[in-house]
């Protein structure tokens, strides 16, 4: 009798579990997106952990909540993209890494489906970016590492570079200033490999605007610049203590200025003037052109009239004047 008893309650325990396994685990219709779910259900819904594929192709293997994507998961898209992380009511939230179908791959954090907060990403180039990201973009501080050794550190806006940072590139050049929209723009110093330094303004990641170029030799210019020449009025002073003051065009003396020899020997004078220690005139190309004057050491003016290519076309006095 007790063992007929117990047969009956095996045969009415296995009658019940075959009641309850589809609400627990089962095969089901999707009804949001469409497919074939494979995994634990509660009430006819979604919960724990299950599989979906979806009619258009895309594949979710992971954790689900009242029907939606919810804790840990992958995602894999048709176009075979994939994403390996945290989901909330969704949507990618929390610490993950997507690997696209071109091998480029992201490992940080989401927010509503969105590269939001610190993360890495690894370009197919060999480039790699490393910092903060905002709705799916660069945004805030962060570091570019391109694959040819050069690396910007400082902040980014849109997936560009901007505002104060600095950049280092593989041949010992380095550049410390502003950025906007990827080039440099604004106040900044940059440092060359042989020594130089250029102290100014930038636009379009050139010397434009006031700037002082120092070399490594100890010469040096303090005037304007337009697309990286020297160009509007400017001063350049040699190592021997010369000077320029005026006017440039294309990064030679251009316009109106006055040439001045410092060293006080007698046999060092403006080129092809003797005994000129002051040109004041007109220059074209780098030479002297036009209307020009020269002054000896003491000042007095020792010829007054026109150069072409340098030298004076008139009569020029000796040099024992």
Known sequence: MARANTVIMRSCYLFILFLLLPLCYSYAQDNGAGGMYDGALKDGVRNGAGTLWYNNGDKYEGEW?????????TYTWKNGDVYDGRYEHD???????????????YVGHYEQDMRSGKGTMYFTTGDKYEGDWKADKQSGSGEFTWAGGGKYTGPFANNEMSGQ????????????????????????TYYWSNGDKYIGHFEQNMRNGKGNYFYENGARYEGSWKN????????????NGDKYDGAFANDVKDGYGNYYIISPKANVAI???????KY???WKNGQKNGYGRCYNKKGTLI?????KDDRPTEHYPSRNR
């Open 303 to 307: 010829y007054s009239g026109t150069f």
């Open 228 to 239: 990286d020449q020297k160009s509007g009025q400017g001063i350049f002073y040699w190592v």
């Open 65 to 73: 909540m009242n029907g939606e994507r919810h804790g840990k998961g």
């Open 165 to 188: 940072g600095s950049c280092v590139w593989s041949n010992g050049e380095h550049y410390e200033g502003q950025y906007q929209k990827n080039m440099r723009s604004g106040e900044g």
């Open 91 to 105: 949507k990618r939230s929390g610490e993950g890494t997507f690997t696209w179908a071109t091998c480029d791959k």
């Open 280 to 282: 004041m005139g007109m």
């Open 271 to 277: 080129r092809f003037c003797a005994k000129c220690k």
